[in-house]
C-alpha cells in the first residue's frame, strides 16, 4: 500500500476557550494546516468527534465544517470512536488517500468541551461505555480507571507512588509546548500531596477536559512539489483494532488486548518492532492507562509498566520518550481530538520542531489511542521521510 505523506499540520491551544465557537475553533486548526502544507487544498474532510452532538447540540460536523472553510463540493463525513475519534479518522483518511480514491484528506480533531458544565461532560464522556451495564450504574471513566489502578496495585504489589512519573513527566514535557494546558514541570512531592479525584488516582493521574482542534493533511508524495517549506513525514503503518465494550466482559481486565494487537499490526505494516519506535506517544488520560499501554505494546512484562516511570527512562533524552509534548495530562484532554494532537505533536518531533522538548534522532514515532479502557485502539507509525 502507498505510503502516505502528512503534509500539513495546524493547532489550536488546548484550553476553556469561551469566546471561540466549535466551528471557529475547527477553522483555526484545518486553515493553520492547510497553509502549512503550502496552501494545498483537501478533496476530503474527515471530522473526529465524540461529544459535539451531546455537548453542543450539532451533528453533521462534516458538512458543517467544510462549508464554513470554503470546502464546498468535498467528501465530508464525522467519524466517532469515543477517545479514539480523531485517529479513527486519521485510519479512513490514510486508507482513502493510500487507495488513489482519494488525492489529498483533510482529518481533524475538534471538541467543545467547555459549553457544558462539569458534569454533564462527565456523564457525556461516560458514553464511550456500556449504557446498560456501566453508565446506567453510576461508572464514570474515571472511576473505572480507579478500579483498574486498584486491581493493578493488588494483583502485583506495586508501590503507592508508582504512577508518579508518568504525569510528572508529562508535565516537564508539557512546560516546552506552547499548546499545552498546563505548561509547568511538577514537583514528587506535590504530587504526593495531591488530593484525590478517585481512589488511588490522584489530581495528576486524570487529565484534565478542555477544547482544542488539530489537523493533518495527507497526501501521496507524487503530489508534491519537490521542494517543501519543512521536512516531510509519511505514515507507514496504520492499524484499528476493538475489543469488548464493556470492562467486566474481559477475560483479564488488566490486559489491554486491542491496543496489543493495535501495536502489532502497525509495526508488522512499517516493517518495524515496537522497539525501534524514538518515541512512544501513549493515550495517558490516566496514570493507569499508560503502565498497561507500556505493557500491551511490549515494552514491558505483565504487571511491570510502572517501572518505566522511574528513574527518567520515559523523558525526552530517556530509553523510551513518551508523552513528549506533554501528553494529554498536561496538554489537556480534548475528548475525540486527541488522536489528531498526538499525530501533529508527533510530527513537529519527526521534523525536529519540538523545541526543548525535541527527541534528539527522532525518526520513527510510534503513536496510539485508545477509546475508553482500550476498547478501541488505533495505532500508527510514523518516519520522517528521508531525502
Known amino acids: 500500500m502507498t505510503n502516505v505523506i502528512i503534509a500539513g499540520i495546524g493547532q489550536t491551544p488546548v484550553n476553556e476557550q469561551w469566546d471561540v465557537s466549535l466551528r471557529e475553533l475547527a477553522f483555526q486548526a484545518m486553515e ?3 497553509q ?3 496552501g494545498l487544498r483537501p478533496n476530503a474532510l474527515y471530522v473526529g468527534n465524540m461529544l459535539a452532538a451531546a455537548l453542543s447540540r450539532q451533528a453533521q460536523l462534516g458538512v458543517l465544517l467544510a462549508d464554513f472553510a470554503g470546502l464546498h463540493g468535498i467528501e465530508a463525513a464525522t467519524i466517532e470512536a469515543a477517545g479514539a475519534s480523531a485517529a479513527m479518522a486519521l485510519r479512513v483518511g490514510y486508507l482513502a488517500v493510500s487507495s488513489g480514491q482519494v488525492d489529498a484528506a483533510l482529518v481533524l480533531g475538534v471538541e467543545k468541551l467547555s459549553d457544558q458544565v462539569p458534569a454533564e461532560v462527565e456523564h457525556a464522556m461516560a458514553m464511550a461505555s456500556d449504557a446498560d451495564y456501566e453508565a446506567e450504574q453510576g461508572l464514570t471513566l474515571t472511576a473505572q480507571a480507579a478500579l483498574l489502578a486498584q486491581r493493578y496495585f493488588h494483583e502485583f504489589d506495586v508501590p503507592q507512588y508508582a504512577l508518579a512519573g508518568f504525569p510528572l513527566t508529562a508535565h516537564a514535557n508539557g512546560a516546552h509546548n506552547p499548546n499545552a494546558m498546563f505548561r509547568k514541570a511538577v514537583k514528587p512531592e506535590t504530587y504526593a500531596k495531591a488530593g484525590i479525584v478517585s481512589a488511588p488516582l490522584n489530581m495528576f493521574d486524570v487529565a484534565p477536559h478542555a477544547d482544542g482542534a488539530a489537523a493533518l493533511l495527507l497526501t501521496r508524495a507524487e503530489l508534491l512539489p519537490s521542494k517543501f517549506a519543512h521536512p516531510l513525514v509519511e505514515i507507514t503503518g496504520s492499524s484499528a483494532v476493538s475489543d469488548t465494550l464493556a470492562l467486566h466482559d474481559r477475560p483479564d481486565p488488566l490486559a489491554f488486548n486491542a491496543a ?3 501495536v502489532e499490526r502497525a ?5 518495524i518492532q515496537p522497539g525501534d519506535a524514538d518515541f512512544f506517544e501513549l493515550f495517558d488520560a490516566f496514570s493507569i492507562y499508560s503502565a498497561l499501554s507500556l505493557e500491551a505494546a511490549g515494552f514491558s512484562e505483565r504487571g511491570e509498566g510502572w517501572k518505566w516511570a522511574q528513574n527518567g527512562a520515559l523523558a525526552p ?3 523510551l520518550p513518551i508523552a513528549t509534548l506533554g501528553g494529554l495530562k498536561a496538554r489537556g484532554f480534548p475528548g475525540g481530538a486527541t488522536g489528531a494532537y498526538q499525530v501533529a505533536e508527533a510530527a513537529l518531533q519527526l521534523r525536529g520542531q519540538a523545541g ?6 527522532a525518526k520513527i514515532g510510534l503513536v496510539q489511542s485508545l477509546g475508553g479502557p482500550a476498547a478501541t485502539a488505533v495505532t500508527h507509525v510514523l518516519r520522517t521521510v528521508e531525502d
Open 32 to 34: 493553520a494546516a492547510m
Open 36 to 38: 502549512d502544507a503550502g
Open 260 to 262: 496489543r494487537l493495535s
Open 267 to 271: 509495526c508488522k505494516q512499517a516493517g
Open 317 to 319: 533524552d530517556g530509553e
Open 356 to 361: 526543548g522538548a525535541q527527541v534528539n534522532g
